[in-house]
């Protein structure tokens, strides 16, 4: 089977770091990517983890766990502009899963 | 220069009519698809194109039907819109389509079926 799970919403203050989980089970998995996606606005790439470890990006990092299936958006000195849907999205042989995403709420 | 993009940006039709939307990408990429994002922003797969042949079609009903005159263009046509068609339709691009590679979106157009 295949399944997709991460929280719907998540809420955080502003310059605080939240961490945005993931699990996953599809079959023929290749590697997981994050995608953000403000209000009114298109999927944009964060990052991608093909092996196991934490992936750094400036505030964001993403970490893998295949044996787990298992993988996190890290999200530090949060600012304003970071409110946006955050995709999980683990890549199969043929194509990407995307899901719901996760709402992130960012309080002043 | 836009990298995908789509038009209209908007469509407000009736049921039961027919339309179509553009894409086009200018990033030299052999493959495009076909998304489609619902009220709750579940963004689910429709349709993948590599090099203007068919690759992915998720049991979209056949009312769907994408066409890809060149690489560089996937458009799609949908028959007999329905109310449950209402949401938002992204075009997106990769490279080779291999597993791994980023995918680039277009701004999506909002369909919206009255």
């Known amino acids: 089977g295949q399944s997709l799970e991460q929280p719907s919403e998540v809420t955080a203050v502003e310059g605080a770091i939240v961490q945005i989980n993931c699990t996953y089970q599809?079959?023929?998995?290749?590697?997981l990517s994050w995608y953000q996606q403000h209000d009114g606005g298109a999927p944009t790439f964060l990052s991608y983890?093909?092996?196991?470890g934490l992936e750094e990006t400036g505030r964001f990092s993403s970490f893998l766990s295949r044996s787990d299936s298992y993988g996190y958006l890290l999200l530090q000195e949060l600012q304003m502009k970071d409110s946006a849907s955050y995709f999980c999205?683990?890549?199969?042989?043929?194509?990407?899963?995307f899901g719901k995403g996760t709402r992130l709420h960012i309080l002043p | 220069d836009t990298a995908v993009s789509q038009t209209p940006k908007y469509l407000v039709t009736q049921m039961g009519n027919d339309k179509s939307i553009k894409c086009e990408q200018n990033?030299?990429?052999?493959?495009m698809y076909w998304y489609k994002q619902d009220s709750k922003k579940f963004l689910k797969i429709m349709f993948s194109?590599?090099?203007?042949?068919?690759?992915i079609n998720e049991t979209v009903p056949n009312r769907f039907s994408p066409k890809s005159p060149d690489k560089a263009h996937l458009n799609l046509h949908i028959n007999s819109l329905e109310l449950g068609d209402s949401a938002v339709y992204f075009c997106?691009?990769?490279?080779?389509?291999?597993?791994?590679?980023?995918?680039?979106f277009g701004p999506g157009t909002r369909l919206l079926v009255l």
């Open positions: 999205a683990p890549h199969r042989d043929d194509k990407i899963i």
């Open positions: 990033l030299g990429h052999d493959t």
């Open positions: 194109y590599n090099n203007k042949e068919l690759i």
């Open positions: 599809t079959s023929g998995f290749y590697g």
């Open positions: 983890n093909a092996l196991d």
């Open positions: 997106a691009s990769s490279l080779r389509g291999s597993s791994g590679e980023t995918q680039y």
